[in-house]
């Protein structure tokens, strides 16, 4: 029952990093790992799937064996997250959201772009 329930998650995980490839506000990299990472405990064949995806795969990859992100990953995230923070901005969310998301994406910009570049 935890290995199915395991799996539903990491397929949920897989869903959302595809929408989150379409949709600025949703990050893509994070549910990607977190879908490997949930595979590795309930589907080794999905897992291999993962791994040798042609748009997944390299991401994956990189971080696992060697803890780097692309730039080229880097820059696509800063400028979705600048998206992001216009977006918010132009619909003029309250500021009651407002800090808590920029906070959010500040501490995801700090993050990653504190990450080595290269293996």
Sequence with gaps: ???LFTMLMAWLAVVL???GIFLPLLPTT???LLAVMLFSRSSP???AWLHNHPRFGPLINDWRNHGVVSVKAKCSATIMVGFSLGLMLWMKLP???MWPAIACLAAVMIFLWTRPSQK
Aim: proline residues 7%; aromatic residues 14%.
């Design 1 to 3: 029952m935890l290995r």
């Design 17 to 19: 990093g595809t929408i």
């Design 30 to 32: 994070p549910f990607i």
């Design 45 to 47: 064949r999905f897992e």
């Design 95 to 97: 500021q009651l959201a």
